[in-house]
């Protein structure tokens, strides 16, 4: 299994709803990525999970709650969301301590409304 | 929380032209990755070059790294309409990349 397998494709929410995004990996990465990419920007880097710990958070708000479960998974819960938050929300993993390309899955469109 | 600027910021050429794209960075960096993404979906690693490297190729990619200048080239040879996404060159430490702001390639068939 060479994926990053993102749920949601898709999501619109209220301000006032609670939801999360998922990501799967099952290649062994112990290192997992969110980043946040607005339309025809780059995307930019909100937090870093290394051995299912949190090692960078890039000052994002905290209506972005991060959680790594375990070694395969990682959730981003959202809650109390801005319009100006919508976005494509990116996962991503490799392999820690290693100088290697990311594996990124497809995305998850956030819209809200 | 962007680390480099590249040039052009969107190129348009004819299929079978190459296509070379640049990427300077400002920080000391470990290695510099370049990445394509399509339609605004996830991106596909395409080639990382070590800070010890000069050049590397891989298939129709070939990538240059100058340490001393803070700037790193991709060039598309043989480019085809498949080419046609956005690329972006990432650089940062081991565990924390950042992207630059890309450039947008269109391959015209």
């Known amino acids: 299994d060479t994926e990053v397998t993102q749920t949601p494709k898709h999501l619109v929410m209220g301000m006032t709803n609670k939801k999360s995004l998922k990501c799967e990996q099952h290649?062994?990465?112990?290192?997992m990525y969110w980043y946040k990419q607005k339309a025809k920007k780059p995307p930019e880097l909100m937090f870093v999970y290394s051995y299912e710990k949190l090692s960078i958070n890039e000052s994002v708000p905290s209506r972005f709650s991060p959680e790594c479960p375990n070694s395969s998974l990682l959730n981003l819960h959202l809650h109390a969301l801005q319009p100006e938050d919508s976005a494509l929300y990116l996962c991503?993993?490799?392999?820690?301590?290693?100088?290697?390309?990311?594996?990124f899955g497809s995305g998850t469109r956030l819209t809200v409304v | 929380s962007q680390q480099g600027e590249e040039d052009p910021q969107a190129l348009s050429i004819q299929e079978g032209e190459n296509a070379t794209m640049n990427c300077s960075y400002k920080t000391s960096i470990n290695n510099l990755q370049w990445y394509r993404q399509n339609s605004g979906r996830g991106l596909v690693h395409l080639i990382l070059?070590?800070?010890?490297?000069r050049e590397k190729h891989s298939g129709r990619l070939r990538v240059t790294l100058d340490t001393s200048k803070k700037s790193s080239s991709l060039l598309i040879t043989a480019s085809r309409a498949a080419d046609t996404a956005s690329y972006f060159c990432?650089?940062?430490?081991?565990?924390?990349?950042?992207f630059g702001a890309g450039t947008r390639l269109t391959v015209k068939p």
């Open positions: 070059i070590r800070s010890n490297e």
């Open positions: 290649m062994g990465h112990r290192a």
């Open positions: 991503a993993s490799s392999h820690p301590g290693r100088a290697n390309g990311y594996t």
């Open positions: 990432a650089t940062g430490l081991i565990n924390d990349m950042r």
